[in-house]
């Protein structure tokens, strides 16, 4: 059932990237932007009824494997734009920003949820830091793609092209600010998503650092994050902070992908280490 | 009584020097008091004035353009050789290029179609504007519309100060809490510091290396003065320099834009060179977060602007075409109505002096029976009027004037009665006009004949 739900939301998602793309192709008609925002806005909906049938159907378990995380970053990076649009009205980020979104989104539709033998107790208990970890990723992947935009653009006013992109892309003052501020309020999620999860860790595994490789990468990553935060602080900014935000993601991409392609090396995975925790409680 | 049709007598940046379109420039109470004397030689004739620093063009609807031209040749007796003269479909079509921008020194520039609508407003208020000359202005402000928003022709920037402009807001976005520096007193400095004001800067410097002039300046563009000599240290306050000094070599080194970035902690810097020869090393750009152009980078944009325009101009030249025939047709059209009018009244009053003596012979008829009768005549009217209704129309509408005249003339209409339509010569777009002319296209019958 939420499989059909989300199907519809990826085709929204879809139609919303088309249209966000046509506007950046041609910005004299406005409506394609406002059309854009409406479609990313019904999508954002049903892709939260999606979301809400999944919960109901597999006790928020799906959640827990990387095609439901995938699920939920998209989400909340939807929610997030959307809330962007509100404040900074830049409807040309929309076409960078949605159809990274749907190139994620495409694969979890194309597959069926599975629903790893996770108890409800740990479902209820890291809730919190699974969300916060994944709006985390999801306000880094939209700080990637606005810092995408940002080099594209200096690129332009360096190199003296003033053509279709400059004069299409938001300024570089613009994207920069955009980006500081996304990457700062993504730091704050990951922060959070750190000591949740280490307080999971202590509860579960009953250990608050095992070397889990996801522990190890994640907490590698926020230093990452908290030197470009520093490094921001310091005046940091511009060109060479557009490039670390991007590395910055890549990095993180990649350490995610890695740590999750190596079957049993980390207990991010499947029924999170469960059933190696339980029979020392279930034997007498 | 002899013809009115439009007629356009004007001198213009392409004919004329400013010298004399100076001196048959006119605004305000004048512009009326000539808009009047335009008419006072022949009554019910309509008068426009378009009077712009580049344009001075008097349109009238008369049976002569000889006011027209007297309006000229009373200003300055040597505007006669500058002159051209327009007249009905030459002149509507010159009309609505010229409120399409087509015709402007900066082809798609802005103002013009205000600057038409002003003209078009101090006439009507002078009483000069008539229906036709109300029609031909609506007409063309629809297509001058049309023209903005179907084609690209306003778009670009056609300054070097509106380039310098939109350069700075797109590497800064705003400039709130930030500053400029306008380095030396060349004129396309000051300009381009005028235009960046718009985009809220919190201060303005100025430097320059004679402190007399610099402080002229600065009290012109409401900047504060600063000696030339601390240069090194406003590189670092500054975050937009324009450069615009008489000075032959550079003035802003690589070297001291490096120095200035590692104190201004790598705050991107934008040096805009606008003299010639260049002020600014082009070695500056390759600093990280430096964005340096000179008056060739500049040049580049506007030359970009011009040339996109003159491809867009092409397609607006056939929009506003199809316009002013679709105009000048459907006057042709409207010329035609009298006759049908007239046709159609003389046919009704037969039709309703039969029915009341065939009434009156029955006699004792019941209210039924009357109106049965009534009914007849008046059917009898519509179905034998239905084809001439429909011809003489598309005869109208296709230019041939000879029809509508034939057919006063087979059914006993006085063509030279004072509502009768005039035969229309091609490219004429209008009978004359009047007061009457708007009433009677509301009148039931244009109504009736129309649907």
Redesign the interface.
């Given at each position: 059932m939420s499989i059909i739900v989300l199907r519809t939301a990826t085709i929204l998602y879809a139609l919303a990237a088309v249209l966000y793309v046509a506007y950046f192709a041609r910005p004299r008609h406005a409506r394609l932007a406002t059309a854009g925002f409406s479609a990313l806005a019904a999508a954002f909906v049903v892709h939260a009824v999606a979301i809400g049938a999944g919960c109901s159907e597999f006790g928020g378990k799906e959640f827990f494997t990387v095609r439901g995380g995938m699920i939920l970053a998209v989400w909340l990076a939807a929610g997030a734009y959307l809330v962007l649009h509100k404040l900074y009205r830049l409807p040309s980020v929309g076409a960078f920003v949605v159809p990274l979104a749907l190139v994620a989104l495409i694969p979890t539709a194309l597959t069926d949820p599975s629903h790893p033998d996770v108890p409800a107790e740990l479902v209820r208990n890291a809730a919190f830091h699974v969300t916060a970890a994944v709006l985390a990723v999801a306000l880094f992947g939209i700080a990637f793609g606005v810092a995408l935009m940002y080099l594209l653009q200096e690129r332009e006013v360096k190199g003296k092209r003033f053509g279709a992109l400059f004069s299409r892309l938001p300024s570089l003052g613009t994207l920069d600010r955009l980006n500081q501020r996304l990457v700062r309020a993504g730091f704050v999620a990951f922060t959070l998503a750190l000591l949740a999860g280490t307080l999971n860790a202590a509860a579960f595994w009953k250990s608050y650092w095992s070397w889990d490789p996801q522990q190890v990468s994640s907490l590698a990553i926020w230093a990452l994050y908290a030197t470009m935060v520093q490094l921001r602080h310091r005046g940091w900014h511009g060109r060479r902070y557009a490039v670390l935000t991007v590395v910055g993601f890549v990095v993180l991409a990649g350490a995610m992908g890695a740590v999750q392609s190596f079957p049993g090396a980390t207990r991010h995975t499947g029924d999170y280490g469960m059933r190696a925790a339980a029979p020392t409680e279930v034997l007498p | 009584m002899s013809e009115r049709e439009l007629f356009l007598v004007g001198l213009s940046h392409h004919s004329a020097p400013i010298e004399v379109r100076e001196r048959v420039a006119l605004s305000g109470d004048a512009l009326k008091a000539a808009l009047q004397e335009l008419v006072r030689a022949e009554a019910a004739s309509e008068a426009l004035v378009v009077s712009t620093c580049n344009r001075v063009e008097v349109l009238v609807h008369a049976a002569s353009d000889a006011a027209a031209r007297a309006f000229f040749t009373e200003r300055a007796a040597d505007a006669r050789a500058h002159l051209y003269a327009k007249r009905g479909v030459d002149a509507v079509r010159h009309f609505f290029r010229v409120a399409a921008s087509l015709d402007s020194m900066v082809v798609g520039e802005q103002q013009i179609l205000g600057q038409v609508k002003e003209a078009y407003g101090v006439a009507c208020a002078a009483g000069t504007a008539g229906a036709f000359l109300s029609r031909l202005c609506n007409h063309a402000f629809a297509t001058a519309k049309r023209v903005r928003t179907e084609t690209?022709i306003g778009r670009g920037i056609t300054s070097l100060s509106q380039v310098a402009v939109e350069?700075v807001?797109?590497?800064?976005?705003?400039l709130a809490g930030r500053a400029i520096l306008l380095a030396g007193a060349g004129k396309m400095g000051a300009l381009s510091a005028k235009a960046l004001a718009g985009l809220g800067a919190d201060r303005l410097l100025v430097a320059n290396r004679s402190p007399e002039r610099g402080l002229a300046l600065a009290a012109q563009v409401h900047g504060a003065f600063r000696a030339w000599e601390e240069l090194p240290r406003l590189l670092v306050e500054a975050d937009v320099i324009l450069v615009s000094t008489g000075a032959d070599r550079h003035v802003i080194t690589k070297e001291m834009v490096q120095a200035a970035m590692k104190a201004r902690?790598?705050?991107?810097m934008c040096l805009i060179d606008l003299s010639v020869p260049r002020n600014v090393d082009p070695a500056c750009?390759e600093v990280?977060?430096v964005?340096a152009?000179d008056v060739d980078?500049l040049e580049?944009?506007v030359a970009?602007t011009r040339e996109a325009r003159q491809e867009e101009a092409t397609r607006a030249e056939r929009l506003v075409e199809a316009d002013v025939l679709a105009f000048v047709q459907e006057r042709r059209a409207r010329a035609a109505l009298p006759v049908l009018g007239k046709l159609r009244r003389q046919a009704e009053q037969l039709a309703r002096a039969e029915a009341e003596r065939t009434l009156a012979q029955l006699g004792g008829l019941d209210e039924r029976g009357r109106r049965s009768v009534e009914a007849m005549a008046q059917a009898i009217v519509n179905k034998l009027l239905h084809a001439p209704t429909a011809r003489l129309k598309k005869a109208a509408a296709c230019g041939d004037a000879e029809l509508p005249a034939a057919a006063a003339q087979l059914c006993g209409i006085e063509p030279d009665a004072p509502d009768a339509a005039p035969a229309p010569a091609a490219g004429e777009p209008e009978r004359r006009a009047g007061p009457d002319d708007a009433s009677r296209a509301g009148s039931p019958d244009a109504a009736r004949l129309s649907s």
């Open positions: - | 690209e350069l807001e797109k590497i800064f976005g705003d902690r790598d705050r991107s750009a990280m977060d964005y152009y980078d580049k944009v970009g």
